[in-house]
């Protein structure tokens, strides 16, 4: 947090997501944990106060400056009261999904008082037998993988877990925060450029912030990727890109377990990162059929933010991301093609300094006039249709004030003109894709999660395929041929690299 002039500064990064907040368009991260059984609102308030207001901003408001060239900044809320931001509500008749997927829409559509910290949670009862609790924290705060792991802070290991200590023995401990994301950016210590591997067996994209910088700071590969940036095509009109309202809607799918994902990985050569998006792209395709939309030859891009938080760092709040650009083939109706496709396209954006390029423009759009900013905010969001945002989840159960979470999903915002947001999240071995919609374009979000599915499905015969060849094989048959099914159900022919069941077309 900047120190100028005796005043906590937003940086250029955090106002330029302040600054992006539009009626039609909220800069909130939305998130959603569920319960089979009820909380008790006591000790989930308690919780609260010791755990999420020890972090300074989610008791501070944000003060816009008097000078048209001036910076927001920070400052302690005088009247701060946790009740004006803890809500306690009922969810309505029939009490289902479909119940909670209005009430979260509508939350989602609901900006928050600019006067006041600029978050909200929600304990919603009545969720069947159990009960839900729903965060609303604004982009300015941090960013999608800080606010993720903010929330997962608050729960424990254990259902018998100790009550929160005091908060001044709080404070003088290691922030849950800073160790939950380190446990996780642990494991992608190696990792230096765009990766599609799973991070606590999650959806991630990652990337070395410090190796990114050095690679800016040679010029030539900045220049370009500056020049790709800027001088992409737009992306071609779709159902999914148009006038904004306010109304937004979301959705989820049902939990997909993480190792029918494997198993397909595993029999197409391909990365659990190249099954989801093969599937969440061949759900749009479906979804623009359905609607009656052309599909061949579609291509458009969605923006995936990558870390850039320097990984032997300790975590801190604030936004330290990127942005790159990945084209989706939806116009490819063959599943396998797709796949192929799609990581030929991921692979094509590892070692970019791309993400680094947006980082600074951002920068850039927090320190502009108005003006200038809405023209630069603009001219980006022309050249993508949707926002893709994969956080990983913990691997095992997790527990709110002593209460086993069953699930948990959360939606990004979609800055300025773009309609469609997609988010993956794992957790205790399952997978959730959630979509935030806006409701003029996309009013039924579910059809998509609906279709999510049937493409999983259709992925999944080609594992009954592979089986059902191996079973008539002997075991010990080991003839040197890469183990890949091709789109025909037929095993690859080409030889397997040397310590790899797969060819250099199927290695992951």
Same mark, same amino acid.
């Given at each position: 947090?900047?120190?100028?002039?005796?005043?906590?500064?937003?940086?250029?990064?955090?106002?330029?997501?302040?600054?992006? !907040? &539009? %009626?039609?368009?909220?800069?909130?991260?939305?998130?959603?944990?569920?319960?089979?059984?009820?909380?008790?609102?006591?000790?989930?308030?308690?919780?609260?106060?010791?755990?999420?207001?020890?972090?300074?901003?989610?008791?501070?408001?944000?003060?816009?400056?008097?000078?048209?060239?001036?910076?927001?900044?920070?400052?302690?809320?005088?009247?701060?009261?946790?009740?004006?931001?803890?809500?306690?509500?009922?969810?309505?008749?029939?009490?289902?999904?479909?119940?909670?997927?209005?009430?979260?829409?509508?939350?989602?559509?609901? %900006?928050?008082?600019? @006067?006041?910290?600029?978050?909200?949670?929600?304990?919603?009862?009545?969720?069947?037998?159990?009960?839900?609790?729903?965060?609303?924290?604004?982009?300015?705060?941090?960013?999608?993988?800080?606010?993720?792991?903010?929330?997962?802070?608050?729960?424990?290991?254990?259902? &018998?877990?100790? !009550? %929160?200590?005091?908060?001044?023995?709080?404070?003088?401990?290691?922030?849950?925060?800073?160790?939950?994301?380190?446990?996780?950016?642990?494991?992608?210590?190696?990792?230096?450029?765009?990766?599609?591997?799973?991070?606590?067996?999650?959806?991630?994209?990652?990337?070395?912030?410090?190796?990114?910088?050095?690679?800016?700071?040679?010029?030539?590969?900045?220049?370009?990727?500056?020049?790709?940036?800027?001088?992409?095509?737009?992306?071609?009109?779709?159902?999914?890109?148009?006038?904004?309202?306010?109304?937004?809607?979301?959705?989820?799918?049902?939990?997909?377990?993480?190792?029918?994902?494997?198993?397909?990985?595993?029999?197409?050569?391909?990365?659990?990162? &190249?099954?989801?998006?093969?599937?969440?792209?061949?759900?749009?395709?479906?979804?623009?059929?359905?609607?009656?939309?052309?599909?061949?030859?579609?291509?458009?891009?969605?923006?995936?933010?990558? @870390?850039?938080?320097?990984? /032997?760092? !300790?975590?801190?709040?604030? @936004?330290?991301?990127?942005?790159?650009?990945?084209?989706?083939?939806?116009?490819?109706?063959?599943?396998?093609?797709?796949?192929? !496709?799609?990581?030929?396209?991921?692979?094509?954006?590892?070692?970019?300094?791309?993400?680094?390029?947006?980082?600074?423009?951002?920068?850039?759009?927090?320190?502009?006039?108005?003006?200038?900013?809405?023209?630069?905010?603009?001219?980006?969001?022309?050249?993508?249709?949707?926002?893709?945002?994969?956080?990983?989840?913990?691997?095992?159960?997790?527990?709110?004030?002593?209460?086993?979470?069953?699930?948990?999903?959360?939606?990004?915002?979609?800055?300025?003109?773009?309609?469609?947001?997609?988010?993956?999240?794992?957790?205790?071995? /399952?997978?959730?894709?959630?979509?935030?919609?806006?409701?003029?374009?996309?009013?039924?979000?579910?059809?998509?999660?609906?279709?999510?599915?049937?493409?999983?499905?259709?992925?999944?015969?080609?594992?009954?395929?592979?089986?059902?060849?191996?079973?008539?094989?002997?075991?010990?048959?080991?003839?040197?041929?890469?183990?890949?099914?091709?789109?025909?159900?037929?095993?690859?022919? @080409?030889?397997?690299?040397?310590?790899?069941?797969?060819?250099?077309?199927?290695?992951?």
């Amino acid at each position: 947090m900047a120190i100028l002039s005796g005043k906590n500064h937003l940086s250029n990064v955090d106002a330029a997501w302040l600054s992006m !907040e &539009d %009626p039609t368009n909220l800069m909130m991260v939305t998130g959603v944990m569920m319960f089979d059984q009820p909380i008790e609102f006591e000790r989930l308030k308690e919780t609260i106060r010791h755990r999420l207001l020890r972090f300074d901003r989610f008791s501070m408001r944000v003060v816009q400056p008097k000078s048209r060239f001036g910076k927001p900044y920070w400052e302690k809320d005088p009247t701060f009261n946790l009740d004006a931001h803890l809500h306690r509500i009922a969810l309505p008749a029939p009490q289902n999904q479909t119940a909670l997927q209005d009430l979260v829409s509508d939350l989602m559509s609901t %900006p928050v008082d600019y @006067n006041r910290p600029l978050w909200h949670m929600y304990l919603i009862e009545n969720y069947g037998d159990g009960c839900v609790v729903l965060a609303k924290l604004h982009h300015a705060i941090a960013d999608g993988i800080a606010l993720a792991y903010i929330l997962l802070s608050l729960t424990d290991d254990s259902p &018998d877990a100790p !009550e %929160p200590p005091p908060p001044d023995e709080t404070r003088r401990r290691r922030g849950r925060l800073a160790s939950l994301v380190n446990t996780a950016f642990s494991l992608a210590k190696t990792s230096t450029k765009l990766t599609g591997k799973l991070v606590s067996e999650g959806l991630d994209v990652l990337a070395d912030r410090s190796k990114l910088t050095d690679l800016a700071q040679l010029g030539a590969d900045s220049a370009a990727s500056a020049g790709r940036l800027f001088l992409r095509l737009p992306d071609p009109p779709t159902i999914f890109k148009g006038k904004l309202g306010v109304a937004k809607r979301a959705a989820w799918s049902k939990p997909v377990p993480l190792a029918n994902v494997k198993a397909i990985g595993k029999v197409t050569g391909g990365t659990v990162n &190249d099954v989801l998006l093969t599937a969440m792209t061949g759900a749009l395709r479906r979804y623009m059929a359905e609607r009656g939309e052309e599909t061949g030859g579609v291509n458009f891009r969605a923006v995936i933010p990558v @870390n850039l938080r320097p990984l /032997e760092d !300790e975590p801190e709040l604030g @936004n330290h991301f990127g942005l790159v650009f990945l084209s989706l083939p939806v116009g490819i109706a063959d599943p396998i093609d797709r796949l192929y !496709e799609l990581k030929k396209r991921m692979d094509a954006l590892k070692g970019s300094t791309e993400a680094v390029i947006a980082f600074g423009i951002l920068g850039a759009i927090g320190l502009s006039p108005a003006e200038i900013r809405k023209i630069v905010i603009d001219m980006l969001q022309a050249k993508a249709t949707a926002v893709m945002t994969n956080v990983p989840g913990p691997r095992e159960q997790r527990y709110l004030a002593g209460v086993p979470m069953r699930s948990v999903m959360f939606w990004v915002p979609q800055a300025g003109r773009l309609g469609l947001g997609i988010s993956i999240l794992s957790y205790a071995g /399952e997978v959730r894709l959630g979509v935030a919609t806006d409701a003029a374009l996309v009013p039924d979000p579910e059809r998509i999660t609906d279709f999510f599915h049937d493409e999983f499905s259709d992925l999944m015969k080609l594992v009954e395929t592979a089986r059902t060849g191996e079973s008539s094989r002997s075991p010990a048959a080991d003839d040197g041929r890469c183990q890949a099914i091709t789109k025909a159900g037929h095993r690859c022919k @080409n030889k397997a690299l040397p310590g790899s069941p797969y060819c250099h077309i199927h290695r992951q």
